[in-house]
């Protein structure tokens, strides 16, 4: 095989395992070959441990960093540089590929295990609210993948059930992410991984929550009748979950009930819904939920109401929910305001003032200009497809011009 055959054939592998895409090449296939890189990335040498039918990773020449086997060439050290005399050789990327970091995992895992995961998952899903999936993903899935072989440690029941759980967050966090940037199928291998923690550690609360953000996703492709089985999946034995979950819960299904055009089933459900979050203790949520507070609700809720406002020809409840979400999102979801403005403005584009609407909706363009998020631009561009209908308003052309900017953007 030449070097490229057999990247290549890495690469075909490692997507029939794993369903991402690698971008194994020629040119790191002669840095393995050259010992420039004596240690690659886990899922790289197993890759090429199955295309060379190789028993172990020291078959092929690879040795950690320390062992004996290859000649360590020493950096030149940085106090004898002179400045501007650096230079990496490659491209920075590049250079970067080559630092490689295996972190050992515990034979036997405890509670502080548990909460490293916690507090890791915590601190990438304020990454993901403030900046979208697109900032967080990558580092995410390599956060996930350490926390999976953790699952392979020894530990008590009451730990194994913890560390379930905290995994299994962690993979729902990543799932989202990769979700919010339109890598569907790194989100629904995440998700089913989520799903697995969750049964196998018996969370009733973390099975209903990985659920409903499937059913989002199922919305989000279409996908209405598979969205709905989720939900309704989710809700089984409802008993078991706290007041939050099943307003949330409620929530997603009277959506899909008023994208079905099940108008009557969806207020009846929505109205279930609110009283459920009008008598919940937020502060008792658990660590996935603590996003899902008055505003998210108002702003996921108002979402029902859409098809009403469109037919009655005035925003009614759901300009009343968005209006009201998009004062009550704080600063630790920008993201959640600005989708909620970009919502109202398209709303308002299309039964109400459009210069108001572009009021509105540029406002939503300044907010979401640091965000890399697929789903932010699909708003974007929801509110531009309104407003084309009133060019001939400057606000509005204004308005239209700045979305077609922020798109192509997005998308370059």
Known sequence: MSRAELAEAANAWLWEQRGERFDLDARAIARYERGAVRWPGA?????????????????LGFRPAGQSGHPIKAEQPVALLLPGSVELGVSPAEFVSQVVLETPVPTRACLIEVDQVRATTAALARSENLFGGGLSSEAAAAQLRWASRLLGAQSPNRVRAGLLEAVGNLAGVVAFSAFDIGAHAAAARCFRFALWCADEGGSWELRAATLADMSRQAVHLGRLDEGLSLIEFAQVRADRLTTTTRAMLGTVRARLLACLGRSADALAEMSRADSFFTSSDTTAAPPWLTYYDWAEHLGSSARVFVPVAVTERRSGEAG???????????????????????RLATLTMKIGDPREAAAIGRIAIIESASMHSTRMVGELQALHDVSVDHSDIPEVAELTHDLTTAVGSAGS
């Open 43 to 59: 899922h790289y040498r197993a890759a090429l441990r199955h295309v060379l039918n190789a028993p172990d990773d020291a078959a």
């Open 320 to 342: 009343t929910r968005l209006a009201a979400a998009i004062g009550l999102h704080s600063d630790a979801y920008p993201r959640s305001r600005a989708l909620s403005r970009a």
